[in-house]
């Protein structure tokens, strides 16, 4: 079998990431912000600090490259998990390299140069300044004023070898003028991490590629630094529904670190889902992770977080490669007597259920067909009989929905025992 010759790829068609390696300080990265940014959901719940070194466990061995471990200015509370997640970090010689969000104050700061010297581990400082018009307007900021705030913070961090990621918020919504001076003084004073934020989940894909070519023609470059120097990270949200689009737009547009959470958790609607960014840069040949692990990260993110996961969610929901629908079923079912796995995988689905951790699963209800439950029977180990068959057949078209494993036995068994 020629898989190629199987599916045609209008995906392919006049289309290439094309990234030149020189002019990017290393490939497509990614930072997971699902103990920081994710747990500003309105619904999460905060793990414990078990539970939390389960997650990066996850973290780490899907090969993501950057952590957000938390907000130390929140208190003490806060600055106890991040350094009990330090320690598992250290202690387990994960590569993941960690980083915390801070604003651009001295005394938020100051906790991570003190974690710094206990652990003997560079932590990222990802310092945030809200820099868009109407943010400034409404705090009663001036430009004069930001740049001499951020001036102070990232000095600090720098003069005590705290690596610095500054972060504009709101960057998708600020004038050009004012992204390119805060960004260029940051550089001056040693900053080679800069963060373009949709803070409001407010840009489109093409706004993201407009912008991000500004930030590297018009602020890195002719701020005089060579590309490969500065680190362009994108972290965007989920207001209009884009964030895996603009996430991928900004992959395109070459970014160098991509943001997001564990299933989209966040203020508001969420930040950009980090588990659909990488299902779709993979089947896009971007990356080459390992994800089979994905599926039990998700499952293990959605039990601690206890924000809901609903069950349409796209490949991590319950839905997602189950179908009761008799055609699409039985084109399923072919697959699997085949046995081609890889076929059954893409035969009713765009995205492969196995390279995910995952499989197709086949339901019975009131759009199931005869096959539906031969393959149901003979998988739960039942004696496939006509009259079974037919009974579950007129027992399932009176359903309003699939049926449950448990509702289907329970109909056989009845009927086994009559």
């Given at each position: 079998m020629d898989a190629s010759k199987l599916i045609y790829d209008w995906n392919a068609i006049d289309?290439?990431?094309?990234?030149?390696?020189?002019?990017?300080?290393?490939?497509?990265?990614?930072?997971?912000?699902t103990l920081r940014d994710g747990l500003q959901s309105p619904s999460a719940r905060n793990p414990t600090i078990a539970e939390k070194t389960e997650l990066l466990s996850y973290m780490e061995r899907l090969g993501i490259q950057k952590v957000d471990l938390g907000l130390p200015g929140a208190g003490p509370h806060h600055r106890e998990h991040i350094n009990a997640m330090l320690s598992h970090i250290i202690d387990n010689d994960y590569q993941i390299r960690p980083g915390a969000a801070v604003r651009t104050l001295?005394?938020?700061?100051?906790?991570?140069?003190?974690?710094?010297?206990?652990?003997?581990?560079?932590?990222?400082?990802s310092a945030f300044l809200g820099t868009s018009p109407i943010r400034q307007y409404t705090e009663g900021w001036t430009m004069e004023?930001?740049?001499?705030?951020?001036?102070?913070?990232?000095?600090?961090?720098?003069?005590?070898?705290?690596?610095?990621?500054?972060?504009t918020e709101d960057t998708t919504r600020s004038n050009p003028e004012d992204v390119?001076?805060?960004?260029?003084?940051?550089?001056?004073?040693?900053?080679?991490?800069?963060?373009?934020?949709?803070?409001?989940?407010?840009?489109?894909?093409?706004?993201?590629?407009?912008?991000?070519?500004?930030?590297?023609?018009?602020?890195?470059?002719?701020?005089?630094?060579?590309?490969?120097?500065?680190?362009?990270?994108?972290?965007?949200?989920?207001?209009?529904?884009?964030?895996?689009?603009?996430?991928?737009?900004a992959v395109e547009a070459g970014a160098d670190v991509i943001h997001g959470t564990a299933l989209g958790v966040g203020e508001r609607a969420g930040n950009a889902p980090l588990d659909q960014t990488l299902v779709n840069l993979k089947l896009m040949g971007v990356i080459d992770n390992d994800l089979t692990l994905l599926d039990e990260y998700m499952r293990i993110a959605n039990k601690y977080i206890e924000v809901p996961l609903p069950r349409n969610y796209p490949v991590f929901g319950e839905d997602a490669f189950e179908t009761g629908t008799g055609v699409h079923a039985s084109a399923v079912i072919k697959a699997m007597r085949k046995g081609d796995d890889w076929l059954a995988d893409r035969v009713y689905s765009g995205v492969p259920a196995g390279d995910f951790g995952l499989k197709q699963?086949?339901?019975?209800?009131?759009?199931?067909?005869?096959?539906?439950i031969i393959w149901w029977l003979e998988q739960n180990g039942y004696e496939v009989t006509d009259e079974l068959v037919s009974h579950l057949f007129e027992v399932a078209k009176s359903q309003r929905r699939n049926m449950l494993d448990s509702e289907v036995e329970t109909a056989v068994h009845q009927f086994l025992n009559q």
């Open positions: 289309y290439e990431i094309k990234r030149n390696p020189a002019n990017h300080p290393h490939g497509v990265w990614f930072d997971d912000e001295m005394h938020d700061i100051e906790p991570l140069v003190e974690m710094q010297q206990q652990h003997g581990i560079q932590i990222q400082a004023k930001l740049i001499s705030t951020m001036e102070k913070a990232v000095s600090y961090a720098v003069d005590n070898d705290v690596p610095v990621m500054f972060v390119r001076a805060i960004y260029q003084r940051a550089m001056e004073l040693g900053v080679r991490r800069l963060c373009v934020c949709d803070t409001c989940g407010h840009v489109t894909p093409n706004g993201v590629k407009k912008l991000l070519h500004f930030i590297d023609e018009e602020v890195i470059k002719d701020g005089g630094y060579q590309r490969s120097e500065i680190e362009v990270n994108w972290h965007g949200h989920q207001d209009r529904g884009l964030g895996v689009a603009n996430n991928i737009a699963v086949i339901r019975i209800g009131h759009m199931a067909g005869r096959s539906n």
